[in-house]
């Protein structure tokens, strides 16, 4: 994609002749734009999580936590008992299951809040800031 890019430097704005450029890669948008006026041709960038169709699933990783503490984060993050959150994870078992690209991000985002971080299965090939 970058050669391509690379390419339009030499092609001109049809309606007011100035430099053609793409988008960010993580951007929403794909396609080209004129980068002096509102001139674009673009389509979804399908290339992103929410058009992710993998189930996921996801684990806390408790690290060197105080177990009482993370039952009692889990317990509260997940809206469920303390017993329900000790059960879950003395069986080692996700927090979630088949959930989608962007569950994950959110549950990422939401256990480092807590100071827990989280363990997905398959690998996750996108960020999880």
């Known amino acids: 994609m970058a050669a391509d890019i690379n390419a339009l430097a030499d092609l001109r704005c049809p309606k007011c002749g100035g430099q053609l450029g793409g988008f960010p890669q993580d951007d929403a948008c794909a396609g080209i734009r004129c980068l002096s006026c509102d001139y674009a041709v673009v389509t979804t960038n399908h290339n992103r999580p929410s058009f992710d169709p993998t189930p996921y699933d996801v684990w806390v990783d408790v690290g060197a936590t105080d ?26 078992s996700p927090v979630a299951r088949g959930v989608n690209a962007s569950e994950v991000q959110r549950l990422a985002r939401l256990f480092r809040g807590l100071g827990l971080g989280v363990r997905v299965s398959p690998p996750f090939r996108w960020p999880l800031e």
């Open 67 to 92: 177990r009482l503490s993370v039952i009692a984060a889990v317990a509260n993050a997940l809206c469920i008992g303390v017993v329900a959150a000790r059960q879950m994870l003395d069986a080692g």
